[in-house]
């Protein structure tokens, strides 16, 4: 049957078992969007484009699917633009679908058209494909190669641009096809390279399992629960990676931020690393904890960019391969070879759990002012059991690294490149994911919650279980405590407060949410219960102490050591 290249899209979209697409619709998407929601898909239009992009970003993260989002010509590509930076650095697998006039307008001469620019040379240096539909009869082959791409090697972001004119052709189509037909599916890793990890895993007296955030993104928390049951070692998680699998909650610790990783990383002989870059977040699996021991300690890297291997150390078996096809041949091979737990598996265990006791019964208590510390364990000891959680800010995100009381099995931050106002948005795509069964608790500063505060909208509109949690001390809280470190104390701080008449409750309200005040640290973990059984979203606004706030954060010692490594290493 012939039809407009815009259902093609969506045809070819499905294949690949996508069915939810995020942008604000205009004339050259309206029909995409009409005929998406009529097939069954969640179409959502946010307030501004970059949120599309981020909502589409947690939506991959919750599927292992690409995520799809979409901008209008001229301006509303451009306000992809920031996403798509995001995206890259973010490994994030998400579709960017452009409008734009047809490619000849490149090659007038006359001046002055409105709303249009030559978009593609503004996203060639983040994406990983660029393509541009001139012919309704490319459709085929110009997305398949950018789904090809954006889900081949290291994941990321693809662009792909429709002139309004193709949108609407419709040429014959020739068979739809299955997503193992145009590119590798499973990506296993050699045999030989098996057999050797398998000979290292045995001879270790202490492995260690490295898990990053791409366990999660690709929806193989099982499979590499098996294996850390098998190996009984304990899960080191990284910054990025802070989602816990289910069932093996107490065996995972943080690296960096918590006694028991730091000191299972420095006693291993043996580590597997798993979804995630060997970066500074982690000392480039080289320095700081690794020193101890790193002659000694074998490495076994699976990645599937050949390119990272051996690029920030020295890898002993590494494994080209996508994680959920190496993970089962290491737990088959492995299956008539289980480990007795590590020695001192229990003792680390006992030793974060006493940890966190001890966090809880130091962080100051029934001060005027709330301090950060209390605001995190009170409300991660409200996390519901299912939720996703969300992080968002500087000085707050720091803060949750020691103090949440939480083991979420899902949670989403921007960990590589750090930008503020991604939270409410990753909050309404993760909840859009599970179909709004599972609630998001945000946890954010006030400063990154304003940048996209009109998403509470979105949440409203669609009925979302979205509970934002925001620390507010009315300033750039990290840039107060940069001011003071670098300039002193009493040194003025130009521009890094704002307004502390800002009630966030009363916005939330005005959007159609749930809002409430709280300035009292006992009434923090009854606020997110009362907003939880609302059903909707909810904002609880807790302002808190903007001195320790700024200048208390703990472990920033070790936050400040990413970046810091010896020369020639």
């Given at each position: 049957m012939a039809v407009a290249v815009y259902e093609r899209i969506l045809h070819l979209l499905e294949a690949e078992g996508i069915d939810a697409l995020f942008g604000i619709p205009d004339p050259g998407f309206v029909h995409m969007a009409v005929t998406a929601e009529a097939r069954g898909w969640q179409v959502v239009a946010p307030h501004h484009e970059q949120s599309g992009a981020f909502m589409a970003d947690a939506w991959s993260r919750m599927t292992?699917?690409?995520?799809?989002?979409?901008?209008?010509?001229?301006?509303?590509?451009?306000?992809?633009?920031?996403a798509a930076i995001v995206a890259a650095k973010e490994n994030s697998p998400t579709i960017f679908l452009a409008g734009n006039r047809a490619r000849s307008e490149e090659h007038r001469v006359r001046r002055g058209r409105i709303q249009y620019i030559s978009q593609t040379r503004y996203f060639e240096p983040s994406m990983k494909y660029v393509g541009v539909i001139e012919y309704a009869e490319r459709t085929d082959d110009i997305l398949r190669e950018a789904l090809r791409v954006a889900q081949s090697g290291k994941p990321g972001p693809v662009y792909v641009e429709i002139p309004s004119h193709v949108l609407h052709q419709t040429p014959e189509w020739g068979p739809l096809l299955a997503p193992e037909d145009y590119r590798l599916v499973h990506i296993p890793a050699a045999a030989p390279h098996v057999d050797k990890a398998v000979a290292l895993i045995g001879a270790a007296n202490a492995p260690v399992l490295l898990v990053g955030q791409g366990v999660h993104t690709a929806r193989a928390q099982a499979r590499?629960?098996?294996?850390?049951?098998?190996?009984?070692?304990?899960?080191?998680?990284?910054?990025?990676?802070?989602?816990?699998?289910?069932?093996?909650?107490?065996?995972?610790?943080?690296?960096?931020?918590?006694?028991?990783?730091?000191?299972?990383?420095?006693?291993?002989?043996?580590?597997i690393a798993i979804g995630t870059e060997l970066g500074e977040p982690v000392h480039l699996g080289?320095?700081?904890?690794?020193?101890?021991?790193?002659?000694?300690?074998?490495?076994?890297?699976?990645?599937?960019?050949?390119?990272?291997?051996?690029?920030?150390?020295?890898?002993?078996?590494?494994?080209?391969?996508?994680?959920?096809?190496?993970?089962?041949?290491?737990?088959?091979?492995?299956?008539?070879?289980?480990?007795?737990?590590?020695?001192?598996?229990?003792?680390?265990?006992?030793?974060?759990?006493?940890?966190?006791?001890?966090?809880?019964?130091?962080?100051?208590?029934?001060?005027?002012?709330?301090?950060?510390?209390?605001?995190?364990?009170?409300?991660?000891?409200?996390?519901?059991?299912?939720?996703?959680?969300v992080r968002d800010g500087g000085s707050i995100t720091i803060f949750t690294w020691t103090y949440s009381q939480a083991r979420p099995h899902d949670v989403m931050w921007n960990q590589n490149l750090g930008h503020l106002g991604t939270g409410l948005p990753y909050a309404i795509g993760a909840c859009l994911a599970t179909g709004g069964t599972r609630?998001?608790?945000?946890?954010?500063?006030?400063?990154?919650?304003m940048f996209h505060i009109s998403e509470l909208e979105t949440a409203v509109r669609k009925k979302l279980p979205v509970i934002c949690v925001v620390s507010c001390d009315y300033s750039w809280?990290?840039?107060?405590?940069?001011?003071?470190?670098?300039?002193?104390?009493?040194?003025?701080?130009?521009?890094?407060?704002?307004?502390?008449?800002?009630?966030?409750?009363?916005?939330?309200?005005?959007?159609?949410?749930?809002?409430?005040?709280?300035?009292?640290?006992?009434?923090?973990?009854?606020?997110?219960?009362?907003?939880?059984?609302?059903?909707?979203?909810?904002?609880?606004?807790?302002?808190?102490?903007?001195?320790?706030?700024?200048?208390?954060a703990p472990n920033y010692q070790e936050y400040s050591t990413w970046g810091h490594y010896s020369p020639g290493s």
């Open positions: 292992g699917k690409p995520g799809v989002c979409f901008g209008t010509m001229g301006p509303g590509v451009a306000n992809l633009a920031a590499v629960g098996e294996l850390a049951r098998l190996l009984g070692c304990p899960i080191v998680q990284t910054s990025g990676g802070t989602s816990f699998i289910p069932g093996l909650e107490d065996r995972t610790f943080s690296y960096g931020f918590s006694p028991s990783a730091v000191e299972a990383v420095e006693a291993s002989d043996c580590v080289l320095t700081h904890h690794w020193a101890e021991g790193d002659a000694a300690r074998a490495w076994i890297y699976i990645e599937r960019d050949p390119l990272a291997f051996g690029v920030n150390r020295r890898i002993d078996v590494p494994m080209v391969a996508d994680l959920r096809d190496a993970v089962p041949q290491l737990v088959a091979a492995l299956t008539d070879k289980p480990r007795a737990p590590s020695v001192d598996l229990d003792r680390w265990v006992k030793a974060e759990a006493d940890l966190k006791i001890t966090l809880d019964d130091e962080a100051p208590r029934g001060q005027p002012l709330i301090n950060t510390a209390r605001l995190v364990i009170e409300a991660t000891k409200a996390f519901p059991q299912d939720g996703i959680m609630p998001a608790m945000l946890l954010t500063g006030d400063s990154s919650f809280g990290l840039e107060v405590g940069v001011y003071r470190r670098m300039l002193g104390a009493d040194s003025p701080e130009t521009e890094a407060h704002w307004s502390s008449g800002v009630r966030f409750d009363k916005i939330a309200e005005g959007f159609g949410a749930y809002g409430e005040y709280v300035d009292r640290d006992e009434e923090i973990g009854p606020a997110i219960r009362r907003a939880l059984a609302k059903g909707g979203p909810a904002v609880i606004q807790v302002p808190v102490d903007p001195d320790a706030n700024a200048t208390e």
